[in-house]
């Protein structure tokens, strides 16, 4: 069975995400402060986590930060109305997805499956091996190297860059790339897919404010060098 860990203050919605993800047949786990989701995160290594970002003590951006240090584990953030930056600024953080208060449970739960959907093991043991330029992008070992350097990205990151990678220079809209990753039709879907972009440059490109793989298309989309 798999394990989520909830990490969210408001015990009332705590209590309601929780029903809906045991009903949903996974194993939850509830921490109400960034500290306890730490500790939680390290003990008993869930699968994805819920991650609120209003939290009291060390706040959900800081737990993002802490949990992308040590590991990929998929993260959907709960996010207020009107915290765009956060979300924008969580994204960039490698968080996965996120959805916003208040939200059905029934759609969280959705979202949950589709992101382990997109970071499941099984699902990239499918896909083959890219390369193009001198980037190479093997699904099965989840590993990207650029010129024999190894650039180190979230689930969520690897499957966008595979997808543009895969047919070089063709260009994507913003909907087609979140289609690629398996995302949902979301509230400002292109920056959250402008934020991924932006971490995938930064960690691929040797000089991400003129990237050299990833390429911008005006009032389009993004693209994949093939020259
Ligand atoms: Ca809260």
Same mark, same amino acid.
């Given at each position: ?13 705590? #209590?309601? =995400?929780?029903?809906? /993800? ?5 194993? @939850?786990?509830?921490? $109400?402060?960034? +500290? ?50 956060? #979300?924008? =600024?969580?994204?960039? /953080? ?5 959805? @916003?208060?208040?939200? $059905?449970?029934? +759609? ?120």
């Amino acid at each position: 069975m798999r394990t989520v860990l909830v990490v969210e203050d408001e015990m009332k919605i705590a #209590r309601v =995400v929780r029903d809906y /993800l045991t009903d949903a047949g996974f194993d @939850v786990i509830v921490a $109400s402060n960034g +500290e306890a989701a730490l500790a939680s995160a390290r003990g008993s290594r869930p699968d994805l986590v819920v991650l609120d970002l209003g939290l009291p003590g060390i706040d959900g951006l800081d737990v993002a930060r802490e949990l992308r240090g040590s590991s990929h584990v998929p993260i959907v953030m709960l996010t207020a109305r009107g915290e765009e930056t956060d #979300r924008i =600024v969580g994204l960039e /953080l490698g968080a996965d997805d996120y959805v @916003v208060k208040p939200f $059905s449970p029934k +759609e969280l739960v959705a979202r949950v499956r589709a992101v382990l959907r997109r970071t499941s093991t099984a699902e990239m043991l499918r896909e083959q091996p890219v390369r193009v330029a001198d980037v190479e992008i093997d699904p099965q070992r989840m590993r990207v190297t650029a010129s024999g350097r190894p650039v180190e990205l979230t689930p969520t990151e690897f499957q966008l860059l595979a997808a543009l990678a895969r047919e070089p220079g063709r260009v994507f809209t913003r909907g087609q790339l979140l289609d690629a990753i398996h995302g949902m039709a979301i509230e400002s879907y292109e920056r959250a897919i402008d934020a991924h972009v932006k971490n995938i440059r930064k960690k691929l490109e040797p000089e991400p404010g003129k990237p050299r793989y990833v390429l911008t298309v005006h009032g389009v989309g993004y693209r994949f060098a093939d020259a």
